[in-house]
């Protein structure tokens, strides 16, 4: 087995993983395969941790669109992915990965408040940290907490899960030639309409400050093994790299 690439990962995983079958909601068996993957490299020594998304269960953009005030409907949307980071934790512990969950909204009765230093002692000791809430504040979303939180923590990359494994250079849905980038410079895939894979900030940040984007797909057999690897999966976005297709 080789050495993994990376040693400290920040995972962002969208509520959207969790729904399975069902249109809205939380599917525990979704949420033991999204755990079973993370337990694939958790048993590689690999220090991670986990930013969870809410749009299984509310989108603040959406509840303001229906009428709610949109600071109210995206506290609304953090409050989401707190129920979403305790399925995960419960499925993780359920097949003996320790965890620990924090919370960027304070809610000491189900999670620890976010703490940097603990968070990163937590990973330290080998416990898969969940972060909840994003950043705790509205107008953003988990993208933007999960490309804070990687900086901080000083995640050697952010892994994006995503539907599609990778990003192309035109929808793959529309067009059957779309090529998937193997590399992309930060450059190239921000401000480019076509590459919706993060929000603008999340990307604009994660360029800034030079904090590396994996983009993947995760139920794909190992693929999140494989990308930790440095196997060619998904797309690597970083401002180190050129651009080049798969
Ligand atoms: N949200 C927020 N601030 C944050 C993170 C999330 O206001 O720092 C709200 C926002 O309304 C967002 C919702 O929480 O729509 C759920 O998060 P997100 O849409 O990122 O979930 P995902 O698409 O990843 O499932």
């Known amino acids: 087995m080789t050495a993994p690439r990376f040693k400290r990962i920040m995972l962002k995983v969208g509520g959207e993983s969790l729904l399975g079958d069902q249109p809205y909601g939380i599917d525990p068996k979704a949420a033991l395969q999204v755990a079973e993957k993370i337990r694939g490299i958790y048993q590689r020594h690999i220090q991670i941790a986990v930013v969870i998304g809410g749009g299984n269960i509310f989108r603040g953009l959406a509840g303001s669109k229906g009428g709610i005030e949109r600071a109210t409907a995206d506290y609304m949307g953090m409050l989401a992915t ?4 305790m399925a995960l934790q419960d499925a993780l512990e359920k ?3 320790p965890t620990r969950m924090q919370s960027a909204l304070q ?6 408040n976010f703490i940097r230093r603990k968070a990163i002692r937590n990973m330290e000791k080998g416990r898969v940290v969940i972060l909840s ?3 705790g504040v509205p107008y953003v979303t988990t993208d933007t907490g999960a490309s804070l939180h990687a900086l901080e923590l000083k995640c050697d990359v952010l892994m994006k899960a995503t539907k599609v494994d990778g990003i192309y250079d035109k929808d793959p849905q529309k067009y059957p030639d779309a090529k998937r980038f193997k590399t992309l410079n930060f450059k190239d895939a921000v401000g480019v309409e076509s590459i ?11 360029k800034d ?3 590396p984007v994996m983009v993947f ?3 794909e057999s190992n693929n999140l093994e494989a990308a930790v690897d440095g196997q060619d999966v998904g797309t690597y ?8 297709l798969a």
Do not use: Q
């Open 107 to 112: 809610m000491p009765a189900v999670a620890e």
């Open 217 to 219: 797909e995760l139920f």
């Open 95 to 97: 097949i003996g990965v």
């Open 209 to 211: 400050n030079n904090m």
């Open 237 to 244: 976005v970083s401002n180190d790299v050129k651009t080049e």
């Open 196 to 206: 919706e894979v993060m929000d603008t900030a999340a990307m604009a940040m994660s």
């Open 82 to 85: 707190v129920m979403n980071g």
């Open 133 to 135: 809430a994003g950043t």
